[in-house]
């Protein structure tokens, strides 16, 4: 079943200034924000800014407590994983067989071809998270970042099959991305595509299907999951124009400046600090050339649904995330226009996420905001 997309409003535009000034003042600065559909019950906001449980609460600093006493967070670490892996597999998603398809085949051939051995890793990155000792470091972690995808997906759109559940999802998201840039580019051509932290490739073949005469980029810090994602395209028919995986740090990419059309970032930032994600957007600001779209889809603040979570899923939930406080804490949209985005937008495209949508300035459009019209 497809769901309509939401309705916004847009706001303060200032009277003092012409008609054509207002607009680019409307669109420059406005932060659009869901004003509501009864179509869409199970996309309801919450009534908080955020969920009870992140940031400096009663409830945030009772979890940390507990997520900090060694013994019962490896007892909550080992939980979370087992609650992973039953669900996925409750929900008919063969979470185990999955796993050891990866690891029994000739995947660890596509590591040397991936890997850059230069790479330095930020210290963020080499956490513990998502019930992983080593992280995104590790083939474990590689081979079952699909099935946990997956799982994402029932979890976000219970009802129905995965693959309907994957196309309200992925389809939000990309339609937001296609309607944005259409209004906004100037040229609603997309040629060039940066897939930023692409796993194992699940968003970058979405966008590279979606799109099949872009030239589509992956880039990702793991070069296990690199590996994963050439492993998998490789089982595919070839694209007319390949998937290109790179291994390096998002905040740094050496890319060209001004190379892209469009740098996407899913379920990303929620595993960042703060700055990492100021790192990141201040990246995509630069590889984006004028008009180009910068596309964020992660958790929703704002969710109903995750601001209802029960106590242990969102104590499991924090146990596996260690910067989850910090990304709830973080005022994307001022980031954004910090970082020189205008057109900000933000759009509850599932019941439990946002895609947020911003434009690199043309010339023209940059005189506007400086000048304050």
Not at 58 to 70: A, E, G
Not at 182 to 203: A, H, R, W
Not at 258 to 282: M, N, T, W
Not at 292 to 313: C, F, N
Request: net charge negative; hydrophobic share 40%.
């Amino acid at each position: 079943m497809e769901l309509c997309a939401p309705t916004y409003n847009l706001s303060l535009v200032s009277p003092t200034v012409n008609g054509n000034h207002a607009r680019r003042r409307r669109r420059d600065w406005a932060v659009v924000r869901m004003a509501g559909s009864p179509d869409l019950a199970a996309y309801e906001e919450g009534q908080l800014e955020r969920p009870k449980w992140a940031g400096d609460t009663f409830v945030s600093r009772v979890v940390r407590s507990l997520i900090s006493f060694k013994p019962l967070y490896s007892v909550l670490k080992l939980g979370a994983r087992q609650v992973f892996i039953s669900t996925a597999e409750k929900k008919n998603i063969p979470w185990r067989d999955m796993t050891k398809e990866i690891l029994e085949s000739d995947v660890y051939k596509e590591l040397e071809t991936v890997e850059n051995p230069s790479i330095v890793y930020p210290d963020y990155y080499l956490s513990p998270f998502h019930a992983y000792d080593e992280g995104n470091l590790s083939w474990l972690a590689a081979a079952e970042a699909e099935a946990a995808t997956m799982s994402m997906l029932r979890r976000a759109i219970p009802d129905g099959s995965l693959e309907e559940a994957n196309k309200i999802m992925r389809g939000n998201w990309v339609k937001e991305i296609e309607q944005h840039h259409l209004q906004y580019s100037g040229n609603s051509v997309i040629e060039d595509i940066l897939d930023i932290g692409c796993s194992v490739g699940v968003s970058t073949r979405y966008l590279a299907d979606r799109f099949p005469s872009a030239k589509v980029t992956g880039l990702d810090l793991s070069p296990y999951f690199l590996a994963v994602a050439q492993f998998k395209e490789k089982e595919r028919v070839a694209r007319k124009n390949p998937i290109t995986w790179i291994h390096a740090n998002g905040e740094d990419t050496g890319l060209p400046s001004k190379s892209f059309d469009l740098v996407s970032f899913s379920y990303v930032f929620h595993e960042c600090p703060e700055r990492a994600i100021i790192g990141l957007v201040q990246e995509a600001f630069r590889l984006l050339r004028p008009g180009g779209t910068i596309a964020l889809t992660d958790q929703a603040p704002k969710s109903k649904i995750i601001q209802e979570l029960s106590p242990v899923l969102f104590t499991l939930l924090k146990s596996t995330e260690p910067f989850l406080d910090e990304y709830y804490l973080t005022d994307l949209e001022t980031r954004l226009r910090d970082a020189g985005f205008i057109n900000v937008k933000a759009v509850l495209t599932d019941p439990r996420h946002r895609t947020m949508t911003a434009t690199v300035p043309h010339e023209h459009e940059i005189v506007y905001v400086h000048k304050g019209y």
